[in-house]
Nanobody, 119 residues
């Protein structure tokens, strides 16, 4: 069993910053790609950023230049540093990871953390 747990969400003013974390735990043999998605109220889930096993990063157009994804391999953790936040960034942010256990490889999701950008 594999669990992903996000943290770091909250309420921030426009122009502010937040740092999200996602920790993977359980019967993990290896973690491949990891990433962040978000879903605003009434909208479809949107891909935000990804980081490969080798450390290569990619970003959605709406966050490029403002968000930074990083990874701590020793802690099975990824981070999302979010700067210059605006109200359009308000959403539930979800962590995703492709994880290999002893018996299978599958995609896992966290429960989400709410980010609200408002004055």
């Amino acid at each position: 069993q594999v669990q992903l747990v996000e943290s770091g969400g909250g309420l921030v003013q426009p122009g502010g910053s937040l740092r999200l974390s996602c920790v993977a735990s359980g019967s993990i043999a290896s973690i491949y790609d990891m990433g962040w998605y978000r879903q605003a109220a009434g909208k479809q889930r949107e891909w935000v950023a990804a980081i490969t096993f080798g450390g290569s990063t990619t970003y959605g157009d709406s966050v490029k230049g403002r968000f930074t994804i990083s990874r701590d391999y020793a802690k099975n953790t990824i981070y999302l540093q979010m700067n210059s936040l605006n109200p359009e960034d308000t959403a539930v942010y979800y962590c995703n990871a492709t994880v290999a256990t002893r018996t299978t490889t599958a995609d896992y999701w966290g429960q989400g953390t709410q980010v609200t950008v408002s004055s």
